[in-house]
């Protein structure tokens, strides 16, 4: 039986519609980054599932909707077809484009 904190902190559910032997019936993502396959905890090292590789990045930064704010204004805007950068952001490490196709 699952507790009420085991719940809150699911993430991200994916079941499959068929059954196969090569991949798991469902994997499971939880807020703090665990990648549970068929109900137990994916060790990468020891998995049943020979063709599956699942790595799950951490960050510390939550969308507050901003982006999603200039999108429907851009929306309103924007001509059919058109392509707009929302955000676009640089560090040492990585760069980050946001683009909507409108």
Do not use: C
């Amino acid at each position: 039986m699952e507790t009420m904190d085991k719940r809150n902190n699911q993430w991200i559910i994916i079941k499959f519609k068929k059954k196969s032997d090569r991949l798991p019936n469902e994997l499971r993502i939880d807020m703090d980054g665990s990648v549970y396959v068929d109900g137990e905890l994916y060790d990468e090292k020891n998995s049943k599932y020979s063709n599956l590789n699942v790595d799950v990045e951490h960050h510390n930064r939550l969308s507050s909707g901003e982006e999603t704010q200039k999108i429907i204004e851009q929306s309103k805007k924007a001509k059919k077809g058109e392509i707009i950068t929302i955000k676009e952001e640089e560090g040492p490490d990585k760069k980050e484009i946001t683009t909507v196709k409108f």
